[in-house]
């Protein structure tokens, strides 16, 4: 091994080669001009013509190392041999011509007129042909010592296509050997000296080996196009990649991941709902409030609103020890301008003496509890957890919230919580439940919860997943045609949550009018139009990107509802949000539940939890046409 690295040049030091490149320029400055009078005096023996000096060899000689020196000749890359390179030889050749006449006519040296000049030429044509046969040389040293190439075909014989063979060609790794094009008219010919083919000829030369992989250069196909191409030549016995243009990569765009970002706000099929109220402000100002999951999507937002409320102190509670890291990096620096301080502790909703140990230490006013799990499938598949998080821990919070006689504690909850038909909506309908009985049990803690659509952008939701769906050039995959789902944006679930802490009186619900719920298939449409792509259908079959219809998963829903008894409504002060005052369990059905599900728990039980849920729980578990889509 160790002699085939002594003989490849690839692994040669670069000052090795470049001393062997100005050896063989130096010599060739003799050698040429040796030649030139051989052509001039028309014989193959000058040296026997007697006024041909030595003298005038030698100070030719000399006077040709500091010019090449000077012009750099032997930095210009084997690889890298183009018109700039050949012109530098040119420019070399003619300061030799030059010095050659001066060094005749000052030293009174005989020289025919014309030997300077066919010297010149010489030269030129010379290191030109000796740098073409070091690069031969290179190659085929590479491939004696095992290091050969990867033979190559480029699918585009454009601009691109060129641009990348040149680059290629001075590559270690990989040979252009053909090029591929859809425009018959350039089959066949040769384009930077490689022969262009028609793609019916790839599956021939990728069998014979001829090829042992595929370029796609062809930076104006759009995404459904390049993945339609890519597509149908991935059934060649080859490797097929796409590659991006110079002009691209130096733009710094890519041609899969060059999406415009899209605003959840662009999404709503309807005017952002003004939630900037000065009540708001008013109710947490100068408070202690904590916020539970604050590292969250939805928990993070409320900690930036409520830096703009001037609370006395926001305590971040929150069991990732990355989220908690990131936002309380995020809070500070706002916070600092304010005057507000910022508390961090790093535990979970079912710790009861952490919970407890929090709100003793900080004196905390006002409890916001974000902390949930949220994702349907996952909790569908972890229903302990599930249960776990979401019940208990809501149980324990709102207990400890009571018994310390906190203010306010405001439950952030989902449309899914109504008549559930999965594992995650119904936990979140029995934190809800929770929520209702430490109400009727607490004197002086106003409880309150919020109940949401689908949140825009927030981790989980389809915006997000989408979103990477295009970026990779499709399919979008969507569960049903018919799904549809209530929307609305991060800052306004946020503001909703902090609104709800100020007009709530005691056992509320609140819940924002977010207008119509919106197909998902139309949801993902405009994200497809949002990012300047078309959609891929029968009626567009040159489309970008394709949407694909995969089936409802457990426990998913055509529709959601936002409450249980729309007879219940209250208008609040605020025309867009209403309030709710929905029946839950009598304190010992609420008492009862919460006994099983800590036995069910206790034995790792998931059926019990089940029917505990199907118990408890209206909606769970029933078989409907929008369960089953």
């Known amino acids: 091994m160790q002699a085939s690295k002594l003989v490849d040049p690839a692994t040669w030091p670069r000052s090795v080669k470049k001393a062997i490149v100005f050896a063989v320029d130096v010599t060739l400055v003799p050698l040429s001009l040796f030649i030139a009078y051989a052509l001039r005096l028309n014989t193959i023996e000058p040296h026997t013509y007697g006024q041909v000096s030595l003298l005038y060899f030698a100070l030719v000689s000399a006077a040709g190392v500091p010019i090449i020196r000077l012009l750099r000749l032997n930095r210009l890359k084997l690889h890298a041999f183009d018109m700039h390179a050949i012109g530098r030889i040119a420019l070399s050749s003619a300061a030799l011509i030059l010095a050659a006449v001066l060094i005749s006519y000052v030293a009174d040296l005989w020289a025919p007129r014309s030997v300077p000049f066919i010297f010149g030429v010489v030269f030129f044509t010379m290191a030109v042909f000796a740098r073409l046969v070091g690069l031969l040389l290179f190659d085929l040293m590479h491939r004696l010592t095992g290091r050969s190439r990867t033979p190559v075909a480029i699918y585009g014989a454009g601009a691109a296509g060129l641009q990348l063979a040149t680059a290629l060609r001075q590559s270690r790794e990989m040979r252009p050997v053909a090029f591929v094009d859809d425009n018959p008219a350039l089959h066949g010919i040769i384009v930077g000296g490689t022969r262009v083919f028609?793609?019916?000829?790839l599956e021939e030369l990728a069998a014979s080996g001829r090829i042992e992989r595929v370029l796609i250069a062809i930076p104006s196909l759009t995404a459904g196009q390049r993945e339609t191409l890519k597509r149908r030549l991935d059934?060649?016995?080859?490797?097929?990649?796409?590659?991006?243009?110079?002009?691209?990569?130096?733009?710094?765009?890519?041609?899969?991941?060059?999406?415009?970002a899209i605003s959840p706000d662009?999404?709503?099929?309807?005017?952002?709902?003004?939630?900037?109220?000065?009540?708001?402000?008013?109710?947490?100002?100068?408070?202690?409030?904590?916020?539970?999951?604050?590292?969250?999507?939805?928990?993070?937002?409320?900690?930036?609103?409520?830096?703009?409320?001037?609370?006395?102190?926001?305590?971040?509670?929150?069991?990732?020890?990355?989220?908690?890291?990131?936002?309380?990096r995020t809070l500070l620096p706002l916070a600092k301008e304010k005057g507000i301080e910022i508390a961090t502790c790093l535990g979970s909703v079912i710790d009861r003496p952490t919970v407890d140990a929090v709100i003793e230490r900080d004196d905390v006013d006002i409890i916001v509890h974000a902390a949930a799990y949220k994702h349907v499938p996952l909790i569908e598949g972890n229903e302990l957890e599930g249960v776990r998080n979401n019940v208990i821990g809501t149980r324990i919070v709102a207990e400890a919230a009571r018994l310390a006689g906190i203010e306010r504690?405001?439950?952030?909850?989902?449309?899914?919580?109504?008549?559930?038909?999965?594992?995650?909506?119904?936990?979140?309908?029995?934190?809800?439940?929770?929520?209702?009985?430490?109400?009727?049990?607490?004197?002086?803690?106003?409880?309150?919860?919020?109940?949401?659509?689908?949140?825009?952008?927030?981790?989980?939701?389809?915006?997000?997943?989408f979103h990477e769906q295009i970026r990779r050039g499709g399919p979008v995959t969507v569960t049903h045609p018919e799904v549809t789902r209530y929307f609305m944006t991060i800052p306004e679930a946020a503001r909703l949550v902090l609104l709800a802490g100020a007009y709530s009186e005691g056992d509320d619900l609140f819940v924002l009018d977010m207008g119509a719920p919106v197909k998902i298939v139309e949801l993902a449409r405009r994200m497809i139009k949002l990012a300047n792509m078309t959609v891929r259908d029968a009626d567009n079959p040159g489309g970008d990107i394709e949407i694909v219809f995969c089936g409802l998963r457990p426990g998913e829903k055509l529709y959601e509802e936002l409450l249980i008894d729309d007879d219940s409504l209250i208008q609040t002060p605020h025309e867009k949000i209403l309030r709710a005052c929905e029946a839950g369990l009598s304190e010992i059905e609420v008492a009862a539940m919460l006994k099983q599900v800590g036995e069910a728990l206790d034995k790792r039980d998931t059926h019990a939890v089940r029917k505990i849920l199907q118990r408890y729980v209206t909606g769970y578990g029933t078989v409907s046409s929008t369960a089953t889509g």
């Open 266 to 328: 662009q999404l709503l099929d309807r005017a952002n709902v003004d939630l900037d109220i000065p009540e708001v402000a008013k109710a947490y100002a100068g408070r202690c409030v904590m916020v539970t999951g604050a590292g969250g999507s939805i928990g993070s937002e409320l900690c930036r609103q409520l830096v703009d409320c001037d609370p006395r102190r926001i305590v971040l509670f929150e069991r990732s020890e990355l989220a908690l890291y990131e936002i309380e």
């Open 409 to 465: 504690f405001i439950l952030v909850s989902t449309d899914k919580a109504v008549r559930p038909t999965n594992v995650m909506g119904a936990t979140k309908r029995l934190a809800e439940i929770v929520a209702h009985d430490a109400q009727r049990n607490s004197s002086g803690t106003r409880f309150a919860m919020v109940r949401f659509g689908n949140v825009l952008g927030s981790s989980g939701s389809v915006v997000p997943l």
């Open 235 to 260: 059934t060649l016995p080859c490797l097929v990649q796409t590659i991006p243009s110079y002009i691209d990569l130096i733009a710094g765009r890519n041609w899969v991941d060059d999406l415009k």
């Open 198 to 201: 028609s793609p019916d000829k």
